[in-house]
Every structure is written in structure tokens, then in C-alpha cells.
């Protein structure tokens, strides 16, 4: 899944400032490494009936929609200008933004959507001073503060505030569960932009535990306008040029325990500018949660909690979204999904620019409490050598969905220059795959099996 905006930034102004502004910023990290991260969620196939006068598109691998508009065991376990952004894995990788959108050419037709999809828009709350806010980050903004001081109102900085309050958020809530400490590595990709990778391995609670976010800036190659032309997008540039930006948060989190439910998360915003000076926007994303064993309890409170959030924006958006969720983490060769989703959404660009980052902000302030009392509720759970066992079975279905389906991570591997480390961040530390595996019947691994081999509503 993935992310992405547009930054415009001169690169001798970002060094001085940014030395200027660490020292106005104790007490965050800017460890600097070399990279490419970005975050992307990509769409299904399947037609679904959605909102009123909406539709989904369906064709081969993909499917689109769009407006008219612009461990181990033990028994208490615990801009602007630049060039064209790779894409990674759908959860926390690099590269994931562009790879999605690049990826699923050809396959990606215009549907118009009702111009009251939403209610009627909320009055903006304040979003508080940008430098204050940048004191709870895990590091400084990928975008020098005074550039984000200047232009505070466009979409491009309100954005890249939320996805780093969200990554700020969801790693200080899994420290504390935790006792342990991310680690904080900062990249810059040289065509423009970069990120900041949290990174939390082999802890108490957590085998695993990455929070990405990324700010990628630059020109669309030919070939990638060319595919999103494709997708029913109208694309204009200037001089064979098509400045984008790209920007999102991505999260996956492993647990020792298995008991406690692996969950991914990811929210990302993309910008184009055209020749006229225009501009195309749309956001996507998703939480999806794939618990080893089914507890009734923790899936209503997790999908209950992503209804509450979609339910303030319009009623459709839950159901909706929870069945694109289910197509889309789907693993076709086991027939079974990933786990038992969430929601899921793409191309989110009507009817206001307002009005969907409302959504998106909903959704992505949802990530600490739908998922949280779950961890809590399970910490303390004691799992025998048989349940250890087939959390690693199930683990090795997340890789299989991860490396064989995922777009974004396949574009990451194939695209010279990209981060590996941060494409394959989404894997587990460890899995396992046995040879013909079937659980016996009766047995609540049967009863996990068969849930996702038949997506259940749990709200």
C-alpha cells in the first residue's frame, strides 16, 4: 500500500535549515541514511456495488475508483521537481507509493462518483503550530520546517503533519506496551525526498515492528504518465514533464505472541501538477488485522472502531470498504485471505479535497485504538508449542501474499536503486511452511481456516 505528494524545495536550502532547525528540535533523531521508502496500497479485482451513483471498475489483476474530479514461547509473552519515486511493499517499504499507481497500467477505468458522497464539510479543526508539533516527532519532517511553516495550509504540509504525528503516535504507543525502543533511520533519496524508517526488532511484545513514512517529490517518467493515462487519469505536462509528489505512513507489526494479531496499516496521499498549473490529487489506504487464532471480541472491537470512523464521513464508506479489503488480500493460489481485513479504499478525490483528508485523518487516528486494547488484552496470554507453530504457518501465508501478489514489492525488487531493506521490512522475522499442512477438523486452527476461506461481517 502507499503514499505520495508534491514538495518543492531547493536542496541547499533544506541542509542549512535543517541544521539551523536540529538544534531548535532536541531530542530528535536525524540519523541520515541513504534510501528510497514509500508506501502504497494497490486495488483488487472483482466489481463491487459501492456508493450511490459510483461504480468499481474491474479488469485482469486490478481494480479502480475514481471521480471525474481533479517470541519464543513463555507464559506471560510478551517541489516539486526531481525524479520519479520508486514504489515497496505494501506495508512499510520503499518504494510502495508510485509502484502502485505504475503497476496497475492498463487496468484502471474512470467511474463517476455522486457530488454529496460525503456530508456536509466540517468546520477545520486547528492544526496547532507546526514547530511545536514537530517536538513529539520520532525525527524532524522529511520537509524543512520553514518550508512547511511557509505554505502550513496547503494539503502537501497538512498531510505530511498527519503521517508523522500517526508514525509519532503508533510507536510511542507500541514502546510503552513494548519497554523497548525503535530505531530511528532517516534516508534521503537523491531525485528528491525521503523518509524515516522505525524500526523495533526481537523486543518483549514484538518480534517485529516497523512505521514508515515517506515524502517523495519529482517528474513522472514518460512511462509512467503514459500508464496513468491508462487508468483514465488526464494528464497535461509541460515540455514532456509531469511534476508529482508522494507522501504516506505505513505500519506492520509481528508479535511474539500468538495470541496477540499481526496488523497493517497505511495512508498515503498523491499530487500532480499539470502545465496549467492544475492540480490532480487522490488519497488511499487501509488497516487490516490477520490474528492467528479468531477471537470474536477483538474483531468486532477492530472493525467497529474503523465503522465508527468511516460512519462520521458516510454510512457506505464501512461496508464498502471492508469487502475492497477482503478482495484485495486475497491469496488466489491458497484461496483464502490474508486475514480478516479491515477496510481498504484507493483514488479518493471527490467531492473535496477538504472533505476526504477529513477521512483519511479519521482513519488514520483510529490505528492506536482499534488496535492497542487488543495487544493489552492478550499480553499476558500463555500459547503452547502447537500454537507457536501455527502462528508460524500463517506467518509464512503473509510472506506468500507479501512476495507473490503484493505489486509494490515486486516493482521494488525489480527496479534498480531501490531500498531493499525498506521493501522487505513488512516480512516477519521468522515462518515456516510444512509441506501439505491441513489442521484437523474441529480444531480452532480448522475454525481460523475457515473464516478466511469465507470473509465473515463482524460488525
Not at 484502471?108 to 460525503?118: H, I, L, S, W
Not at 476461506?453 to 460488525?459: D, I
Amino acid at each position: 500500500m502507499a503514499t505520495i505528494v508534491f514538495c518543492s524545495v531547493n536542496k541547499t536550502a533544506q541542509t542549512t535549515a535543517r541544521r539551523c532547525l536540529s538544534s531548535r528540535l532536541k531530542g530528535i533523531s536525524s540519523n541520515v541514511t541513504a534510501g528510497e521508502c514509500l508506501l502504497l496500497s494497490f486495488t483488487h479485482r472483482t466489481s463491487v456495488p459501492l456508493l450511490p451513483g459510483t461504480r468499481w471498475f474491474s479488469r485482469g489483476n486490478s481494480v479502480r475508483f475514481m471521480s471525474h474530479g481533479t517470541a519464543g514461547r513463555s507464559a506471560g509473552g510478551r517541489t516539486r521537481r526531481g525524479a520519479l519515486a520508486l514504489s515497496g511493499a505494501v506495508a512499510v517499504t520503499a518504494a510502495a507509493a508510485v509502484a502502485g499507481f505504475l503497476a496497475n497500467a492498463g487496468h484502471f477505468q474512470r467511474a463517476e462518483m455522486a457530488t454529496k458522497v460525503f456530508q456536509a464539510a466540517k468546520k477545520k479543526e486547528p492544526e496547532g503550530d507546526i514547530l511545536e508539533r514537530c517536538k513529539g516527532f520520532m525525527s524532524l519532517p522529511i520537509t524543512d520546517i520553514d518550508v512547511l511553516q511557509g505554505r502550513k495550509e496547503e494539503m502537501r504540509t497538512r498531510m505530511e503533519m498527519l503521517i508523522m504525528e500517526t508514525q509519532a503516535d503508533f510507536c510511542k504507543a507500541l514502546e510503552k506496551v513494548d519497554g523497548g525502543t525503535f530505531k530511528v533511520d532517516r534516508w534521503e533519496r537523491k531525485e528528491g525526498g525521503g523518509g524515516i524508517s522505525c524500526v523495533m526488532q526481537d523486543g518483549k511484545v514484538f518480534e517485529k515492528a516497523g512505521v514508515n513514512v515517506s515524502v517523495v517529490f519529482g517528474n513522472l517518467t514518460e512511462e509512467a504518465a503514459k500508464q496513468m493515462r491508462s487508468r483514465g487519469k488526464v494528464l497535461k505536462g509541460k515540455d514532456g514533464k509531469l511534476p508529482f509528489c508522494a507522501m504516506g505512513v505505513s505500519s506492520v507489526i509481528h508479535p511474539k505472541n500468538p495470541h496477540i494479531p499481526t496488523v497493517h496499516f497505511n495512508y498515503r496521499y498523491f499530487e500532480i501538477e499539470e502545465a496549467d498549473g492544475t492540480k490532480q490529487w487522490w488519497f488511499g489506504g487501509g488497516t487490516d488485522l490477520t490474528p492467528v487464532y479468531i477471537n470474536k471480541e477483538d474483531a468486532f472491537h477492530f472493525h467497529n472502531t474503523l465503522k465508527e470512523a468511516c460512519d462520521k464521513h458516510h454510512s457506505q464508506y464501512y461496508p464498502d470498504f471492508k469487502k475492497w479489503c477482503d478482495r484485495y488480500f486475497y491469496i488466489r493460489h491458497r484461496d483464502e485471505t490474508r486475514g480478516i481485513g479491515g477496510i481498504f479504499f484507493d483514488d479518493l478525490d471527490s467531492p473535496s479535497q477538504e472533505e476526504v483528508f477529513n477521512f483519511v485523518k479519521s482513519c488514520a487516528r483510529t490505528v492506536v485504538p482499534c488496535y492497542l486494547p487488543i495487544v493489552y488484552k492478550h499480553l499476558n496470554d500463555s500459547f503452547t508449542d502447537e500454537e507457536k507453530n501455527w502462528q508460524q504457518i500463517r506467518r509464512g501465508r503473509y510472506v506468500e501474499f507479501n512476495l507473490v501478489y503484493d505489486r509494490g514489492v515486486k516493482f521494488g525488487l525489480a527496479t534498480p536503486g531501490s531500498r531493499i531493506e525498506s521493501i522487505l521490512m513488512s516480512l516477519p522475522l521468522t515462518a515456516r511452511w510444512e509441506y501439505m499442512h491441513e489442521p484437523a477438523k474441529g480444531t480452532r486452527e480448522a475454525e481460523m481456516l475457515e473464516v478466511l476461506r469465507n470473509p465473515k461481517e463482524w460488525v
